[in-house]
C-alpha cells in the first residue's frame, strides 16, 4: 500500500506449561520464555509500531510478594524498549556470573517478569491516541488474584458511547471513556460479580476465607462473565485476558472480523494475531495451528486445562476481513501469501487489453513492499500468457512451408515481460515517520524511482499497489516521481477494488471525504448537475439517528448509483493526475468477482461494497456522511 493507514494491533497470549527449572535445565536459560515472548512480538511489530506493553502473571508465589507485573512504553521501538528495561536485572545476574541467575526460586520471587503467563500488545495510535494511558494491556488490580484482570486486545467497537452508559447504569463512576477501558470495567464487573457468588455459596457451606479464595479459583466459569459482558458488543474484535491466579482466556468477535491463531506444545501454550510468528518462533506446522473460531472464547486454566467455547447462542456467518489478507498481515502465512499471488495474477488480462497486449514496449514493477507478492503473481500470470502466445507461432511456423531456424526459434523464446524495481521506498525515512500527523504531511517524500531502465516517450510502465485509497501518495509522490522516467504510459493497477465506505471495525479509514473514490462520485454529481442527491443522502442519514438497528440502510451507497464502477476510476485518474503531468494515467482496480473468487473463506468486503457485518457499521456510514455534509473532522462512531 503507497499509503499509511493506521490499522489494527497485535496480541500475544504465552502460558509456559513446565516449571521454571525445566526452562532453566533444557535451554541452560532462566528466561526462555521472555525470549519467545520478545520474538513473538517482533515478529508482528507491523500490527503496531506506536506502543507496546508486557503483562507477567507469577503462579503460586507467596503472600508478600508480587504476583504480576506491568510495563509499557510509547517511545520510538517500543518493543526493544520495554525488554530492554525486563532484561536489565538479568543481565546485571549475568554480569556478576551470578549463580542465582539457574535459581529458579529465587528468580521467579524476587525477579519481576520471570513468570509463567504473559500477556502482550502491540499498538498502533489512532485518531490522535498516542499517550501511555492508552497503551495496552490495561490493568484492574486487586489484593485477591481472582479479582484481578489485565486486557489487551485488537478491536474496535462502534457503539463505546452505549457501553460506557452501562457501566453508569451499574452504578459505577467511570472516569474515561475509551472502548478499552469500558470493556475491562465490563468484564470485571461480572468478575466481580461472579467472584462475589461464589464466595457466598462456599461461605453458606462452611468453609473459611482463606480456604474459599482457591476454590474461587478452580470455579470461575469464564465463559459465563464473557457471555454477559459481551452482550451488547457491537465492532470486531480480538481480546486477551488473564486473572491474577492464572487462568487466561481469548475471546473473537461473532463475525470473525479480527484475526487471532493459537498453537500448543509439550512446553507452551500461544495465542497470536497472525499464524507466521507461532511458526518462527517454535517451527511449527502450518496446520498445526490453528484458526480461533469466530463467537468462541478460548479458556486456559491455571492447571493448562484447554477449552474452546462458544458464548453466543447463534453464531452468523464469517466475515473476516479481506484487507487482512490484502495488506495488513504479513505474507508469510501460507494461506495470504497464495492470495496475494492470485490477486495479482486476476488483474493480468485487465492489463493486457489496456497495453494493447505490447509486452515489448512494457516495463512491469510493484508499489514496495506490501505488493511484492502480488506483483509476482502479477508476472508469472503474462508470462503464461506470453508461453502461450509462443506456442501460437511456433505451431503457425510448423504449419507453413517454411524451413524453421534457429534464429526463428530463438526470437520466439527469448521473449519475455519486463520486470524491474523502479519505485523504491526509502525506508530510513518511512521510520522516521512516526506520527500520524506527520506522516500525512511526508508521504510525499517517501518513494523515488530508478533511472535509466525505462525508454522515454517508448516504455509503457505498469505498477501494481495493494489498493488505492485515498490517493494522496500516488499524485504527490509515485505519479510525478514515475513521470520523470517519460513514459508512453503510467498504469497503477490495484488488488484491492475502490474503496467506498469507512471501516469502524480497527482500521483509521473512518473520514468519506479522505476516499478518492467517494471524491470522484461526488465531483461527478457536481458536473451533471446532480448534486441534489448529496442532499437528499444527508436527509435520510439525519432520519436514521432515531430509528431502530433493523431499519438502518446505506443510504450512501446512492452516492455511487448513477455511475458505473468504469466512470469513477476515470474520474480517479484525473484527480490523481499532478498539476502539469503530461504522461497518460490509467488506472485498474480489482474487480469484485476477482477478489470474491480469490477470497472465499475472508468475505469481509465492507470497504468496497457498503455490506457491514455489524449493525454499528450502518450508523458509522450515516455519521460518516453527517460529519462530510457538515464539515465535522471528527470519528464518526464513539
Not at 549463580?99 to 502482550?120: A, H, N, R, T, V
Not at 498502533?124 to 497503551?135: L, N, R, S, W
Not at 486486557?151 to 457501553?163: D, E, H, I, P, Y
Not at 476481513?321 to 488480462?349: N, P, V
Amino acid at each position: 500500500m503507497s499509503e499509511f493507514i493506521a490499522h489494527e494491533c497485535g496480541i500475544v497470549l504465552l502460558r509456559l506449561l513446565k516449571p521454571l527449572e525445566y526452562y532453566i535445565e533444557k535451554y541452560n536459560c532462566a528466561y526462555h520464555g521472555l525470549d519467545m515472548l520478545y520474538l513473538l512480538m517482533e515478529k508482528q511489530h507491523n500490527r503496531g509500531q506506536d506502543g507496546a506493553g508486557v503483562v507477567s502473571v507469577k503462579l503460586d508465589v507467596n503472600p508478600g510478594y508480587k504476583y504480576l507485573d506491568r510495563i509499557r512504553s510509547n517511545v520510538d521501538s517500543p518493543i526493544i524498549d520495554i525488554f530492554q528495561k525486563i532484561y536489565r536485572p538479568l543481565r546485571t545476574l549475568e554480569s556478576n556470573n551470578s549463580p542465582l541467575l539457574y535459581d529458579g526460586k529465587y528468580l521467579k520471587q524476587d525477579i519481576p517478569f520471570i513468570s509463567e503467563l504473559y500477556l502482550g500488545h502491540l499498538r498502533y495510535g489512532t485518531y490522535g491516541k498516542y499517550q501511555i494511558e492508552y497503551v495496552h494491556p490495561h490493568l484492574r488490580q486487586s489484593n485477591w488474584r481472582t479479582r484481578t484482570l489485565a486486557l489487551a486486545g485488537n478491536f474496535n467497537l462502534t457503539n463505546s458511547k452505549q457501553l460506557f452508559q452501562d457501566l453508569i447504569n451499574y452504578g459505577q463512576h467511570p472516569i474515561e471513556t475509551s472502548d478499552t477501558v469500558t470493556v475491562l470495567e465490563k468484564l470485571g464487573y461480572y468478575l466481580d460479580e461472579m467472584n462475589n457468588d461464589l464466595y457466598e455459596k462456599y461461605k453458606a457451606e462452611g468453609y473459611t476465607k482463606a480456604e474459599i479464595s482457591p476454590m474461587i479459583a478452580d470455579n470461575l466459569d469464564i465463559a459465563s462473565i464473557v457471555r454477559k459482558a459481551t452482550l451488547n458488543f457491537d465492532g470486531g474484535y480480538v481480546m486477551a485476558g488473564v486473572l491474577g491466579h492464572g487462568d487466561s482466556f481469548v475471546f473473537r468477535d461473532p463475525r470473525g472480523i479480527r484475526p487471532a491463531y493459537y498453537y500448543m506444545n509439550d512446553e507452551f501454550f500461544v495465542v497470536t494475531s497472525e499464524r507466521p510468528p507461532i511458526q518462527t518462533a517454535f517451527n511449527a506446522k502450518t496446520d498445526d495451528i490453528k484458526e480461533m473460531p469466530a463467537g468462541h472464547v478460548l479458556i486456559l486454566k491455571k492447571n493448562a486445562e484447554l477449552s474452546i467455547v462458544p458464548y453466543i447462542e447463534h453464531i452468523p456467518d464469517k466475515k473476516s476481513c479481506s484487507f487482512e489478507h490484502i495488506y495488513f498481515s504479513r505474507g508469510t502465512d501460507r494461506d495470504i501469501y497464495k492470495e496475494r499471488k492470485m490477486l495479482g495474477a486476476m488483474l493480468a488480462e485487465p492489463i493486457l487489453q489496456a497495453i494493447d497486449n505490447d509486452i515489448e514496449n512494457t516495463v512491469f514493477t510493484y508499489i514496495p513492499n506490501t505488493s511484492t507478492v502480488a506483483f509476482l503473481g502479477l508476472y508469472a500470470e503474462i508470462e503464461k500468457w506470453l508461453d502461450s502466445q509462443k506456442k501460437e507461432k511456433i505451431l503457425n511456423l510448423i504449419n507453413t512451408d517454411k524451413n524453421i531456424t534457429d534464429k526463428d526459434l530463438r526470437d520466439i523464446l527469448n521473449s519475455h515481460a519486463r520486470a524491474d524495481t523502479l519505485v523504491v521506498k526509502d525506508l530510513k525515512h518511512r521510520t522516521f515517520i512516526t506520527k500520524e500527523s506527520k506522516r500525512n504531511g511526508l508521504a510525499s517524500h517517501v518513494y523515488d524511482v530508478t533511472y535509466g531502465v525505462v525508454r522515454p516517450n517508448i516504455d509503457r510502465v505498469v505498477a501494481i499497489d495493494d489498493s488505492i485509497v485515498r490517493g494522496t501518495t500516488l499524485q504527490k509522490s509515485i505519479i510525478t516521481m514515475l513521470n520523470r522516467l517519460e513514459p508512453k504510459e503510467i498504469i497503477i493497477a490495484s488488488t484491492a477494488p475502490q474503496i467506498r465506505y469507512p471501516d469502524c471495525y480497527g482500521i483509521d479509514m473512518a473520514k468519506l471525504e479522505e476516499f478518492i473514490a467517494f471524491q470522484a462520485a461526488i465531483a461527478l454529481l457536481k458536473e451533471r448537475h446532480q448534486d441534489k442527491l448529496i442532499k437528499y443522502v444527508y436527509d435520510k442519514c439525519k432520519e436514521q439517528d432515531s430509528l431502530p438497528d433493523d431499519k438502518l440502510e446505506n443510504y450512501v451507497s446512492l452516492i455511487y448509483k448513477p455511475f458505473t464502477d468504469d466512470e469513477i476510476t476515470r474520474k480517479i485518474e484525473e484527480l490523481v493526475t499532478p498539476l502539469g503531468n503530461k504522461t497518460k494515467l490509467t488506472i485498474i482496480f480489482q474487480s469484485l468477482e476477482g477478489l470474491h473468487k480469490v477470497l472465499v473463506d475472508n468475505k469481509g468486503d465492507w470497504y468496497f461494497t457498503g455490506d457491514f457485518p455489524t449493525i454499528g457499521g450502518y450508523r458509522v456510514i450515516n455519521n460518516a456522511f453527517i460529519n462530510y455534509y457538515e464539515g465535522k473532522d471528527q470519528r464518526a462512531y464513539f
